[in-house]
């Protein structure tokens, strides 16, 4: 008795190892295809960015930073011809309109990664109390949204704010943060550098310090 006691002991703890095992296999590669996806959206998104110079800055790149439950959650607005990260059906999804990403709490009081849209040519703040539409919820997996910004006199990444310049970034890395739902894993890091086109494309026809009016 005393022997097939250890033996079934010994079995119930390797059984539990191999499920506890399967389902971190399992939630890792779900967590893989909603990084992947949501980098991926973003990385179009910015490479179809749209700027025209103009005093009221409709088409400034705009960030903020802010960390949400322990996690980076910046907030990250430009103005895109993609339709990435838009709601199927919305009147805003084939035309240019300034994307708004952000990490907020979702229905279940979890973090989550939401999408907002607003017509390119509105104010953002006017346009967030004029056009009422229902943030997206793009992924609940996606819990922490890190933007950093080339700086070209330090020759490194930089984790200041985006002064509020009437411009865009040329080089940009974006860090994408998938959370375990067991606290003690750490999350699952996605980073990707990206160089805007539109931005190298100004900074080549108007060369010097000051390339972009601010």
Not at 48 to 60: D, E, L, P, V
Not at 147 to 167: P, Q, R, V
Not at 190 to 201: G, M
Request: no cysteine.
């Amino acid at each position: 008795m005393t022997i097939l006691t250890i033996a079934m002991a010994i079995s119930f703890q390797a059984f539990s190892g191999t499920i506890r095992a399967w389902k971190r296999g399992t939630e890792v590669i779900e967590g893989i295809k909603h990084g992947d996806f949501a980098m991926s959206q973003l990385a179009t998104a910015l490479n179809s960015t749209i700027y025209f110079f103009n005093t009221r800055k409709n088409y400034a790149f705009k960030l903020e930073k802010d960390t949400f439950s322990g996690l980076p959650a910046d907030t990250i607005s430009f103005v895109t011809a993609s339709s990435a990260f838009m709601k199927e059906g919305s009147p805003l999804q084939h035309g240019p309109h300034r994307l708004k990403l952000y990490i907020a709490d979702d229905d279940r009081g979890n973090p989550a990664l939401f999408s907002t849209a607003f017509p390119a040519i509105a104010n953002e703040e006017d346009a967030e109390r004029e056009y009422d539409e229902e943030p997206h919820l793009v992924s609940r997996s996606v819990q922490g949204l890190e933007i950093l910004l080339y700086d070209d006199e330090l020759e490194d990444w930089t984790t200041d704010d985006w002064e509020e310049e009437n411009s865009i970034p040329e080089r940009v890395m974006i860090v994408i943060y998938v959370a375990s739902e067991n606290e003690r894993e750490e999350p699952l890091i996605f980073t990707r550098v990206l160089e805007i086109p539109v931005a190298q494309s100004l900074s080549e026809k108007l060369p010097g310090p000051s390339k972009i009016k601010k």
